[in-house]
């Protein structure tokens, strides 16, 4: 019965794949330090450094409106021209896509440099994780050979999802569904040893680095009460039906900016919608979302309820806009602000709800929904508060939510069914 199942890895075989995958985890963490690091440079001098130069105010409309067109024009040139094309639609990815050809790399690299420091609502972890895959296996194919592509491919992957909350456990949970289902002997442990060394070394390497953790600082909780379930509930149903909404329309929004047919045109486009959404939502719409996360998280007595539901809807708007006209980057940092937004909004008109509860439960029910992972949407919310108290409830209240967005439509774009990897 068994005969077909094949051994248990060795411990020799572990340890000696141990260090390539270590030396991916640092590789990737590095590449991605360096591109945010790259971003920020290029974002002080966009909204800073060019504005003081010509006597423009930081928080003018028209700055945001300029840089967010001018952001989507050079997007639009780098797809159309630039040899790569900046690889495949982000529309169309997801955080285990495979890696695209060495020779996309430049170019993608530089799409989504120009979207991060543009202020484009998408995130970086789609297009990084493409990046290290593709560096990783070609490393691997060149000086490591018996490492094999998909390995090298997983091993990126979590050694970039490590990286990227600062811990080994995201790529972990990410990932058990991924390993549990590869064939052969062995405990699941077995099978996790070599990506969870990978997002270990990744998730050190940042925090070696300076990067900030995946933290911030809210009021605890203190404990169940029969009231939460009720109010939990509505507020992660609400949000993962808002990620559904979103999902629905996608496509369309997706098909409307590509019938311009080309780049240059469906991401100027794109950009000069951002900046009046920009200009409507106020600058803590713009970007990736997750400083502004922070800013919702640290103050959120600011904000009144009209202006979270405000920048819940301008960034939801935002992600898919972004991510419909050709810019380059992940959905899941944006739509973890619209969680954010959504569960202060509730907060603010339910009494006595405790806002570590609210923030868990709106990032978990969008999170839910646009990455259709229980594991992933579960961290998310933890980490958003830092709570561990929280942990029974939520995966109570994950359930019923589960069974809401198990069958929804994905928060992604279909791929072409032929695609012609000459064209943009």
Known sequence: MTDDVAPAPSIRSLVLLAVPAIVIGVVSALLLWSLEQLADLLEQVLWHGLPDAVGIAP????LTIGVLTATGLAVGLVVQFVPGHAGPDSATTELDTPPPRLREVPSIALA???SLAGGVSLGPENPIIAINGAIAVALCARFVKVVP???AVLLASAATIGALFGTPVAAALVLTGTVAAVRGGGSLWDKLFLP?????????TMHLLGAPPLAFDVPAYGGPSPADFATGLLVAAVSAGLGILAAFVFPYIHRGFHALRHPVLFTTLGGLVLGILGVIGGQITLFKGLEQTGELIANPGDYSTGQLALFTIVKIVALLVAASAGFRGGRIFPAVFVGVALGLFFQSIIPGMPIGLAIACGAMGIVLQ???DGWMAIFVAVAMTGDITLLPLLCVIVLPVWLLVTKAPELAVKPPAISDSSSP
């Open 59 to 62: 928080d003018s409309p028209w």
């Open 370 to 372: 646009a990455t259709k």
């Open 149 to 151: 592509t998909k390995i």
């Open 196 to 204: 969870v060394a990978a997002a270990g070394a990744g998730a050190l």
């Open 112 to 114: 989504v440099l120009i």
